[in-house]
């Protein structure tokens, strides 16, 4: 016979036989040859259970998750807090319980009253920002951590893009969520009886998460479809997860109709390589494109003004944007490739995280050019797109595809996640704008934040921040009218429950390691609720150091065991599964932590995620991070430690060398100019130990004769106060958002509707005096400056008088802008602190050359220089470097 059988989330049709058995023992359980999930039908008065378990809002609103955890408290903690499960898991008599209880029915009416409310409102982008705003902008990112029921998130960069979505939907703003639905998610983490790395994928189905299935107007699913080489082809269809206000649409390519090859496209996060990798970025990028656009048919939502790409996975949706306009039969005259890039660049964000090349994804350029030259975007020339992502520049790898670059070069305006990671990336993609100076380089920065509601405990948010106030800094100046005995006291509290949280997760843990029950008696006394507590987790790539507090493994335990001031460390993280020098480290830190001697009083729990960390970043009084500076991007875990409370200990490496003040925690020195690795490592290592030893121990117990003894330590809570008060404003992703859209989102949409209007007529312009300057620029050059006698001795607030005589060839004064840069100069004639004016006085010389005069006021002593450039004109840019074009005297 034939039957249909569904493997986690594939259906095939099997040929079978079936064999009489003499038997019905079996040695194995038998296993089902179809798997499906079935929807629990609700009674009508408790229907609107159904809308709350499917709209993610409830991961952050306290009062809906609350009423689902008392619905059945048992279950709701069996199924890991997932109301979707939790309503698939209750019984008919329990659902008619729950129909009946008219205080539960009252609640469950009330929440989804309240969400209504939610998603029509008024908020802060429709009460305070102007009519310029965008109506709509399309964020895509290759991860999203938005709630632990929906694992499709490897680290930083997706809860920060999960943390985007939320604060967009609370705040109002206008974001559709694009993304790609893992088979598999990012792996599980446990550890080997020898503290190895191991790592499990659980299958996911779709139709038991929090998601539904986007559908034509006949009820088919509705699809994206990509070719591919050798006449193969790319579908995918799109499921949407509401995120409060915002849709998120995740490209899912496990259907029938794909061979087996492209239905693995989305099997894991970050998994396979070579083609795989970049199909999988091919179909988040082009593919998500396609996406928006059936999901704007199918819905009337408006069309995306500005796109926000996420790192480099993305990039691809320029291209996709590009063809789009070069298309014919759109109703409009197809523009060239020049038109379109500056179209589309107009109204393109792009986002950096990485501080190292290592971490951009790079492909070869053969691999390219064979996908593009099965038909993925017809109109657009290959060696176009080839050149967008070329490394062209010193030190650049010619056969290279680089995802970064591409994803540069198609946006108008960048930026990196942090202040000094902002400079690091000027700095490191400074070779695509040779001539200028590093600071000149056009990427901006916005320092990330965290979503507040998803990460600080309710019991500190009820002491910390007064949401009856106006604006965040108002809101967080609660904690200054708290009484020190009640702040200690929720601190404690915090701290308990993380104690028990991972005595539960240990003992866990040494189960799947292979320990019996009674080898485990030890793990009820771990960690200790009055002892100072540090935490450090996070993604474990050797930059982190996870093992740098190992350097010096003696000190490490006299701290640990310290009879007066003792210290307990609650470590977590994944190393990625290629990575073995990760898992090593991991390896070495376990075995440490399994010693009797120190095991209660420093523990490593695998399988970090968003569920462990809403226990761990409130429950610890410090949070560590001691990454080689300046490659941490950002480093927002120290942020979500912060709004509970916890004192950042941290080399001040991202959002900690801006924020940090002196008051709200330590800064760890640093050897940076260390060329060895291994001293530089030992010297930070002891600046660590002794600054726990001389500062943080002793501020934490004050004047306890005792750790144990019910003191309340005043010099430590009044730090604690003044993070909570100045910090939380700072941290909040609101403020982040506030950033992008007055920074970054508005002015996208003003540049992309100024390129659009009249069937794009201003991009069209502007690409051919793109064009224009391009291919003139070779012959534009400074023959000679001079400037009018100054004094012997000039002083501060003399005037100095430039004239240069500049060769424009085939272009006019019009088209460019002569500069005069000037400063302070080093003896090797470097100019410093530099400020620029304008030659704005223009005559033509007898010899065909063009006078430029300008004049400035010497404002400063000292050692003084100046030079003369020759720039593009900056009024048909957004900056002088766009064009990446200069010619210095």
């Known amino acids: 016979m034939k039957y249909l059988e569904r493997s986690p989330s594939r259906l095939r049709l099997v040929a079978a036989r079936i064999v009489p058995q003499a038997y019905t023992r079996y040695s194995a359980p038998v296993k089902a040859i179809r798997r499906f999930t079935v929807r629990t039908v609700l009674p009508e008065s408790i229907r609107p259970l159904s809308r709350l378990a499917n709209n993610l809002r409830w991961s952050w609103n306290k009062s809906t998750e609350q009423l689902f955890a008392d619905l059945n408290p048992q279950a709701w903690d069996s199924v890991n807090h997932d109301p979707v499960k939790l309503l698939g898991s209750l019984t008919r008599e329990e659902i008619q319980q729950i129909a009946e209880d008219p205080e539960l029915v009252e609640r469950i009416q009330t929440q989804d009253a309240e969400l209504e409310t939610y998603l029509g409102q008024d908020l802060w982008y429709q009460q305070e920002v102007s009519a310029d705003s965008p109506k709509s902008i399309a964020y895509f990112s290759a991860e999203y951590g938005i709630t632990s029921v929906l694992p499709q998130y490897s680290g930083g960069l997706g809860i920060l893009a999960g943390d985007h979505l939320k604060t967009a939907s609370d705040m109002g703003i206008p974001i559709v969520g694009v993304g790609l639905l893992y088979q598999h998610g990012y792996f599980k983490q446990s550890l080997s009886r020898d503290a190895w790395q191991l790592e499990d994928y659980p299958v996911l189905d779709p139709d038991g998460l929090p998601l539904s299935l986007l559908r034509e107007d006949d009820g088919t699913p509705a699809r994206v479809d990509l070719p591919l080489p050798d006449g193969r082809r790319l579908l995918a269809q799109i499921w949407r997860a509401d995120v409060g206000r915002v849709p998120l649409l995740l490209l899912d390519s496990d259907i029938a109709d794909n061979d087996d090859h492209a239905r693995n ?228 509290e915090l701290r308990s429950a993380l104690v028990e949280d991972v005595r539960a997760r240990l003992r866990a843990s040494w189960k799947k390691r292979g320990a019996a029950d009674a080898e485990l008696g030890w793990t009820e006394s771990v960690l200790d609720p009055d002892v100072l507590t540090i935490g450090f987790a996070r993604r474990v790539p050797t930059y982190k150091r996870l093992t740098l507090m190992l350097r010096d493994p003696a000190r490490l335990q006299r701290l640990l065991l310290d009879p007066h001031r003792p210290v307990q460390l609650v470590v977590a993280g994944k190393s990625h599964p290629a990575d073995e020098m990760g898992k090593q480290m991991i390896r070495d830190l376990v075995k440490f932590t399994d010693d009797p001697e120190v095991r209660h009083r420093i523990v490593f729990l695998p399988n970090y995620d968003i569920a462990m960390a809403r226990t761990l970043f409130p429950g610890c009084d410090v949070w560590l991070n001691n990454p080689l500076r300046p490659l941490e991007a950002c480093g927002t875990s120290g942020m979500k430690a912060a709004i509970n409370g916890g004192l950042n200990l941290s080399v001040l490496d991202g959002w900690w060398d801006e924020m940090y003040d002196g008051q709200n925690g330590w800064a760890i020195p640093t050897a940076d100019d260390r060329a060895s690795t291994e001293e530089r490592d030992n010297i930070e290592a002891a600046a660590l130990y002794e600054l726990i030893e001389d500062h943080v121990a002793p501020r934490f117990y004050g004047e306890k004769a005792s750790y144990d003894d019910d003191v309340v330590p005043h010099q430590w809570l009044a730090m604690v106060k003044h993070t909570l008060s100045n910090l939380g404003p700072k941290v909040s992703a609101k403020r982040m958002l506030e950033d992008y859209v007055r920074k970054l989102y508005i002015p996208a949409a003003l540049s992309g509707r100024e390129a659009a209007a009249s069937e794009h007529a201003a991009a069209r312009e502007s690409s051919r005096w793109i064009n224009h300057v391009r291919q003139g620029w070779a012959g534009v050059r400074v023959e000679h400056v001079e400037a009018e006698a100054v004094a012997e001795i000039p002083q501060i607030g003399d005037n100095l008088t430039v004239t240069a005589y500049v060769q424009l060839g085939e272009l006019s004064p019009d088209d460019v802008t002569v500069e005069i840069g000037y400063g302070r100069v080093s003896e090797s004639d470097h100019i410093h602190e530099r400020s620029f004016g304008v030659l704005d006085q223009v005559r033509a010389t007898t010899d065909g050359k063009w006078a430029f005069t300008g004049s400035i006021t010497i404002d400063r002593s000292g050692p003084f220089g100046y030079t003369v450039r020759v720039l593009p004109n900056s009024k048909h840019l957004t900056n002088k470097a766009e064009l990446g074009l200069v010619v210095n005297a």
């Open 265 to 492: 496209i989305t099997d894991r996060l970050y998994g396979g390589g070579g083609d795989h990798r970049l199909q999988q970025e091919l179909l988040l990028g082009m593919g998500g494109v396609r996406a928006l656009r059936i999901f704007s048919r199918l819905t009337g939502a408006p069309a995306p003004e500005v796109f926000h790409c996420n790192e480099g996975h993305a990039g691809f949706l320029g291209i996709e944007r590009i063809s789009e306009l070069m298309a014919p039969g759109t109703g409009q005259v197809p523009m060239s490739w020049d038109e379109a890039l500056t179209a589309v660049r107009s109204a393109t964000v792009f986002t950096t995280h990485t501080p190292v090349p290592a971490g951009i994804d790079r492909f070869e350029k053969d691999q390219i050019n064979r996908f593009f030259s099965a038909g993925l975007a017809p109109e657009v020339p290959t060696d176009r797109i080839l050149a967008l992502g070329d490394e062209n520049y010193d030190g650049g790898d010619p056969s290279k595809f680089n995802m970064a670059v591409m994803g540069l070069r198609l946006a108008q305006r960048a930026n990196g996640v942090a202040k000094l990671h902002g400079k690091v990336s000027r700095d490191m993609f400074a070779g695509l704008w040779p001539g200028f100076e590093h600071d000149e380089v056009p990427i901006t920065s916005v320092t990330n934040g965290v979503h507040v509601p998803s990460w600080i405990d309710p019991r500190m948010e009820v002491l910390a921040v007064d949401r009856s106030q106006p604006d965040l800094e108002s809101r967080w100046r609660a904690i200054n009218k708290v009484d020190d005995a009640e702040l200690w006291k929720v601190r404690r």
